[in-house]
């Protein structure tokens, strides 16, 4: 009666006073089956009560053999969906497994973009570094250049002042 074993069972079978069956022991039967069983088997429709011998009792390898037709379409059926749940289950772990996959490579291609932004900001720094470095000597260099230039613009101050006192004082000297 499970998904995969097959285990054999004793069934008896009791009857009632009317001589229906009510109680199967040994296995379970849905109401469905049971209604089932109680159904005409032929298709010419032929009344239940040509199942029973001339004694009235019922019919017990007809009976036995419809409900072994009954458990074995049970089973069938139990075993189709047992069937169709693995393969829908199959299913779902592939496209679960799809899924991971691509939601890997996903974090992967992010990774490698996030990996390569940080490594062009730090070749970027690296370069503003440098150029700062550059600009600082450049300023460095015509701080200098300017100092020199301030130092001679003063000294040719002095001497041409220097000149022009001793122009001035000859001058001076000469018209007084």
């Known amino acids: 009666m499970g ?12 009857a009632d006073e009317n001589e ?10 849905s109401d469905s089956v049971i209604d089932r069983m109680k159904e ?8 239940q009560s040509q199942h029973r011998s001339a004694s009235g009792a019922v019919n017990d390898e007809e009976l036995k053999k419809r409900i072994a037709e009954e458990l074995a379409l ?7 969906e047992a069937q169709k749940r693995r393969l829908f289950g199959k299913l779902l772990e592939r496209e679960r497994i799809s899924s991971n996959e691509h ?18 900001a730090q070749r970027f720094a690296k ?20 100092a020199r230039l301030e130092e001679r613009s003063a000294q040719f101050y002095k001497v041409t002042t220097e000149q022009y006192q001793k122009a001035a004082d000859e001058v001076s000297a ?3």
């Open 103 to 120: 939601l890997t490579r996903a974090i992967l291609r992010e990774r490698a973009a996030t990996e390569e932004e940080r490594q062009k």
């Open 174 to 176: 000469r018209f007084k």
């Open 40 to 47: 005409p088997s032929s298709p010419s429709g032929r009344p």
């Open 74 to 80: 049970e089973r069938a059926r139990r075993d189709s």
């Open 127 to 146: 370069q503003l570094e440098e150029k700062d470095r550059e600009l600082k000597k450049h300023d460095a260099y015509y701080k200098e250049q300017l």
């Open 3 to 14: 998904g995969g074993g097959s285990t054999t069972r004793r069934v008896t079978f009791e």
């Open 20 to 29: 229906n069956i009510t109680v199967v022991k040994g296995v379970r039967l």
